[in-house]
């Protein structure tokens, strides 16, 4: 349900985030408090309303607030929908609050039985804990106290009313409210900078993940994490061993990263690539500290993500891949409440925002609302969000999504004026096989959750592209064939990829050489009697590199789909054998 922390705290402390949000939280409970005492009062509840119990109502309604709104934070963190999540937490609280009550509540019933009696003082000091049972056990004594006071005032002379601030009463209630929510606001402080979690992640390595059949440009990267463990070759980002595995808690592991190892330099442009389902988002995930590591660690400038990450989150900037902005506030407004939270001087921000608004061009639009924006100008904006504080490296989730041709050719200057020019350091994802081209320095194809291929796009084409590919353009479509068979007769590996009106697609192995290949073009040209107008040759792209490693991920796929339908095909046969041999039985 609170999904935006994880976002603010790119840019301030945890602790004054969390502040401000109780602050704002209970503020606002204070106003749904308001109208249920103007209830109480409307309706003249003597009860609550009595001039000896009005101001224990009062604190008491506080007290709940203060405890149990803190109490919320870390309970949210188990879901992802807020709707699911309000749901199912209202739920609880009534479940609890309830039956909490109405147990003690009958248990007192039973006075005359010692066992139970004492089995309810057990209950009524252990549901303390409980904030829920502090309200509603308290409302339940104020009451039984107002009455048993009216009665004995009328009937019992010199009798002096009860205070329902009496440890006995519901002052325990009062003090065990008070102390909840300092307690409950502490956990959720210590949850989010990962306090509970080990140094080196929450489980242990599962051993399959052990042995890897890694490639060799991969392994060497490893080598170079393990064999410099002090970080003396100055990586910004390190990945030690990174491993994320769901669901290990109920003994169904499915890994969705696999023990990835690497480094980046100081103004490189690092590049994450995969297809949905590989593991890249929930890799980018782990290093910006939103969700939290199986095993393995992160490092940013030395420190590490799992127990440092206040400092990580100093040094880090951020543009989300869905555009975290409000629609009524400025690009100007924007900037300025972002600089604010990441703790910049009051009379640098304009200075700040000014700069970062031209960088990006978004000058003409600084003082528009963010509606009027294009989806362009939104991730300029969000770009520029992420530079506020002068990171030391930058993660970008699909940054030029959504964005027109030349909106996308800007964006890349700036990127590339980040890393070649300030020395910045980026991590991007992006389905953009020409924006890696034109951004990364090195990127890693993820498949399945591990590194597949590591290195430049130029030695990636050269190391797992599968040959040249060769355009023929022919001055009639009728002389393809001709075409066609002259090159197939001269260069044998040549494969036919496609054919339509005046063009024809070949595929080349690297097994023939750049000289073979013009020279026979050449002599077609001249051999054909000019039946070829022009001709190109290229390299593979990143695209087919691509490509080839995500059918691996599909065929896994599959495969994994096919073994699921085949074993639920064995169980269903095992049950109708087992029917059939019962039901054989019965008749015998």
């Not at 990586?235 to 190892?261: E, H, P, S």
């Not at 096919?562 to 064995?570: G, I, L």
Request: proline share 3%.
């Amino acid at each position: 349900m609170y999904q935006l922390p994880s976002d603010l705290f790119f840019f301030g402390s945890g602790i004054t985030y969390w502040c401000g949000n109780f602050l704002w939280d209970l503020t606002n409970y204070c106003v749904s408090i308001a109208f249920c005492i103007i209830i109480f009062l409307i309706f003249d509840i003597e009860a609550y309303v009595y001039k000896t119990n009005f101001p224990c109502l009062l604190l008491l309604l506080f007290l709940y607030g203060f405890a149990i709104i803190p109490l919320m934070y870390p309970i949210s963190y188990f879901f992802k929908t807020p709707s699911t999540g309000f749901i199912l937490i209202s739920c609880i609280n009534i479940f609890i609050g309830l039956i909490t009550t109405i147990s003690t509540f009958t248990l007192e019933n039973f006075n005359d039985d010692i066992d139970l009696k004492r089995v309810n003082n057990i209950l009524m000091k252990l549901f303390l804990i409980f904030p829920h049972y502090c309200l509603g056990r308290g409302l339940f004594d104020m009451s039984r106290t107002h009455a048993i006071n009216v009665f004995s005032l009328k009937y019992v002379p010199g009798y002096v009313p009860i205070s329902p601030f009496q440890m006995n009463i519901v002052g325990r209630n009062l003090l065990a409210l008070f102390f909840e929510g300092i307690i409950f606001f502490l956990l959720a402080i210590l949850a989010q900078y990962r306090f509970f979690i080990p140094d080196r992640g929450c489980v242990r390595t599962p051993k399959n993940l052990k042995s890897l059949n890694e490639d060799d440009d991969v392994a060497a990267e490893r080598e170079r994490i393990y064999s410099d463990p002090n970080n003396t070759s100055y990586d910004v980002l390190r990945m030690v061993n990174l491993v994320k595995v769901y669901g290990w808690i109920f003994g169904k592991n499915f890994t969705a990263v696999k023990q990835t190892c690497v480094g980046v330099k100081q103004g490189e442009c690092f590049g994450l690539l995969g297809i949905n389902g590989s593991g890249k988002s929930t890799t980018f995930k782990m290093l910006t500290g939103e969700i939290s590591m199986t095993d393995g660690n992160a490092y940013v400038n030395n420190y590490s993500v799992i127990k440092q990450l206040d400092d990580v989150r100093q040094n880090i900037g951020y543009c989300p891949q869905f555009d975290a902005l409000d629609s009524l506030l400025t690009a100007r407004e924007h900037l300025y409440f972002y600089a604010r939270l990441c703790g910049i001087k009051q009379q640098n921000i304009p200075f700040i925002a000014d700069c970062l608004l031209k960088r990006l061009g978004l000058t003409l639009w600084a003082d528009r609302p963010v509606k009027q924006y294009s989806g362009g100008n939104k991730r300029k904006l969000s770009t520029a969000i992420s530079l506020i504080g002068n990171p030391t490296i930058i993660f970008m989730d699909e940054p030029t999504t959504g964005m027109d041709i030349r909106a996308k050719r800007f964006l890349w200057n700036c990127i590339l004026k980040l890393t070649r020019r300030d020395k910045k350091s980026v991590v991007i994802t992006s389905h953009s096989m020409e924006e890696c081209e034109t951004l990364c320095n090195r990127l890693v194809i993820m498949v399945n959750g591990e590194f597949k291929c590591l290195g430049s796009v130029q030695h990636l084409k050269e190391k797992f592209g599968d040959g040249y590919t060769i355009f023929i353009r022919t001055n009639i479509d009728t002389n393809r064939k001709t075409v066609m068979n002259y090159i197939q007769q001269h260069i044998p590996e040549a494969i036919i990829k496609e054919e339509h009106n005046k063009m024809i697609h070949f595929r080349v192995s690297t097994n023939v050489s750049l000289h073979k290949m013009f020279s026979v073009l050449e002599q077609a040209r001249n051999e054909l009697q000019n039946l070829i107008e022009d001709y190109t040759v290229t390299q593979v792209t990143l695209d087919d590199v691509f490509v080839n490693f995500a059918k691996i991920q599909e065929d896994n796929q599959i495969l994994k789909k096919r073994n699921e339908q085949q074993n639920s095909y064995e169980l269903i046969h095992r049950k109708s054998n087992v029917i059939g041999k019962f039901n054989k039985c019965n008749k015998t």
